[in-house]
């Protein structure tokens, strides 16, 4: 079982690049933006690799970080999901930003893959919605998407997941796509800590989308 190759970039193509490994150059499966992040490489490249054995082939996937290789993996197990819709998935949506996607329940993100209908982003969706976590994680921005996602506190005074929420959907109901919100306040949220007024996450979420800061 192959879990990393590393060596020189012989070739590459729309989907699929060559690497070649003390001589031999070993096909391997990646994402759009894999590709474009190591296709003019000069010198030495290393790849976490993920090998699937089939009854009729052996395909090696590559991705440019084990945060890829995760979310890789997540996604397979979705019904209906294989390897190539995957990393077509993530040619669109890089990990961090489909951890937030599934984490704020953005369909139409996920129908920008071609591949992915209504119906299967919805699977993708209930299925994941519980793990946008674990794809998260390696970016730090986990705490901040629990906070958001978590249900209101029965008290007088709003949670922050409750202000969170509804900061999510001011941002949205100004024009702006759920992901990008829910990444903006999740900033908002990860910057101010807990007990935030609503208000202070709007304005804050709209400095950074005003900004074009990258959660």
């Given at each position: 079982?192959?879990?990393?190759?590393t060596?020189?970039i012989?070739?590459?193509?729309?989907?699929?690049?060559v690497?070649?490994v003390?001589?031999?150059?070993?096909?391997?499966?990646?994402?759009?933006?894999?590709?474009a992040?190591?296709?003019?490489?000069?010198?030495?490249?290393?790849?976490?690799?993920?090998?699937?054995?089939?009854?009729?082939?052996?395909?090696?996937?590559?991705?440019?970080?084990?945060?890829?290789?995760?979310?890789?993996?997540?996604?397979?197990?979705v019904?209906?999901?294989?390897?190539?819709?995957?990393?077509?998935?993530?040619?669109?949506?890089?990990?961090?930003?489909?951890?937030?996607?599934?984490?704020?329940?953005?369909?139409?993100?996920?129908?920008?893959?071609?591949?992915?209908?209504?119906?299967?982003?919805?699977?993708?969706?209930?299925?994941?919605?519980?793990?946008?976590?674990?794809?998260?994680?390696?970016?730090?921005?986990?705490?901040?998407?629990?906070?958001?996602?978590?249900?209101?506190?029965?008290?007088?005074?709003?949670s922050?997941?409750?202000?969170?929420?509804?900061?999510?959907?001011?941002?949205?109901?100004?024009?702006?796509?759920?992901?990008?919100?829910?990444?903006?306040v999740?900033?908002a949220?990860?910057s101010?800590?807990?007990?935030?007024?609503?208000?202070?996450?709007?304005?804050?979420?709209?400095?950074?989308?005003?900004?074009?800061?990258?959660v």
């Amino acid at each position: 079982m192959i879990a990393k190759l590393t060596g020189r970039i012989d070739s590459t193509s729309s989907d699929s690049v060559v690497l070649d490994v003390g001589g031999v150059g070993y096909l391997v499966f990646c994402s759009a933006r894999t590709i474009a992040a190591v296709g003019g490489a000069v010198g030495t490249v290393s790849l976490p690799i993920e090998t699937h054995v089939r009854e009729d082939h052996i395909h090696l996937y590559g991705f440019l970080d084990e945060a890829e290789r995760g979310a890789f993996r997540l996604l397979t197990t979705v019904q209906g999901v294989g390897a190539k819709l995957a990393l077509a998935i993530l040619s669109v949506l890089p990990a961090d930003i489909l951890a937030q996607a599934i984490a704020a329940a953005d369909r139409a993100a996920l129908t920008q893959a071609p591949g992915v209908g209504p119906k299967l982003a919805v699977r993708i969706l209930t299925e994941l919605k519980d793990k946008a976590a674990l794809i998260a994680a390696p970016f730090g921005v986990a705490s901040a998407l629990a906070l958001a996602a978590a249900p209101a506190a029965a008290t007088d005074a709003p949670s922050t997941g409750a202000a969170a929420a509804d900061a999510v959907s001011a941002l949205v109901n100004l024009g702006y796509g759920r992901t990008e919100a829910f990444a903006a306040v999740a900033r908002a949220t990860r910057s101010r800590g807990t007990d935030v007024p609503v208000e202070t996450l709007i304005r804050d979420g709209l400095a950074h989308l005003a900004g074009g800061e990258r959660v």
